[in-house]
Each structure stands twice: as structure tokens, then as C-alpha cells.
């Protein structure tokens, strides 16, 4: 059974940082994009960033570039969003998510597997 755990969220100030992790099991996924969303009660999820397996490429959403950073690490089959500068406007349920397939794409819908979300609060 594939699993993907999240954790790290939590509430923070403004300006300040986060560090998401997510460990996938049940399944290999190095080959895979990974990635993150976010969502806001009542919005559809936002793409924040992912990750190639091979050459470790990312794509980060508009509203986080510059600010947070997306790794990987292939052999414990586990995917962090560090997240810096952090603004009330990026307080979300964030969601860590794999595509199986080999061409990035940021649409919620082209990815196959979801964890079950960490909440991440920054206050002003």
C-alpha cells in the first residue's frame, strides 16, 4: 500500500521559516516527479514546487520562487520544501504528491499519489 506521510508544519511568524518532509513507502518513486501543493479551504490546491528524480530539476509556483526550495532524496525515498521568508499569505494545508511519469506538469489532477496534508499557519 503506497503511503505518503508528510510532517513539519506547524505555526510560525512572519518572516520566519519551515522545513516539510515527506516519506513515501510502499512503492519505489525515485523515478518520479514529486512534488507539493497547497490549499486553502474553499480554493482549488496551488502548485508550489517539484522535483525531477534524475538531474534533480524543480519548478517552483510564482508565488513561493525565490522563497522556498524543493529537494530530494532518492534513497530514503522522502521530498523536502524548505520554506523561508515565510508570509501569512502562504499559511495553508500543505500536500506532498507523486506523479508517475517522466514530464513535469503542475496540474493536481496528473499526479497519483497525495498525503494527507500538514497545516502550515504564519501569523503577522
Known amino acids: 500500500q503506497v503511503q505518503l506521510v508528510e510532517s513539519g508544519g506547524g505555526l510560525v511568524q512572519a518572516g520566519g521559516s519551515l522545513t516539510l518532509s515527506c516519506a513515501a513507502s510502499?512503492?519505489?518513486?525515485?523515478?518520479?516527479?514529486m512534488g507539493w501543493f497547497r490549499q486553502v479551504s474553499g480554493k482549488e490546491p496551488e502548485f508550489v514546487a517539484a522535483?525531477?528524480?534524475?538531474?534533480?530539476?524543480?519548478k517552483y509556483g510564482d508565488s513561493v520562487k525565490g522563497r522556498f526550495t524543493i529537494s530530494r532524496d532518492n534513497a530514503k525515498d522522502t521530498v523536502y520544501l524548505q520554506m523561508n521568508t515565510l508570509k501569512p499569505e502562504d499559511t495553508a494545508v500543505y500536500f506532498c504528491?507523486?506523479?508517475?511519469?517522466?514530464?513535469?506538469?503542475?496540474?493536481?489532477?496528473?499526479?497519483?499519489?497525495w498525503g494527507q496534508g500538514t497545516q502550515v499557519t504564519v501569523s503577522s
Open positions: 504528491a507523486v506523479r508517475t511519469a517522466l514530464i513535469y506538469s503542475v496540474s493536481p489532477g496528473s499526479y497519483d499519489y
Open positions: 510502499g512503492r519505489t518513486f525515485s523515478r518520479y516527479y
Open positions: 522535483i525531477s528524480s534524475g538531474d534533480g530539476s524543480s
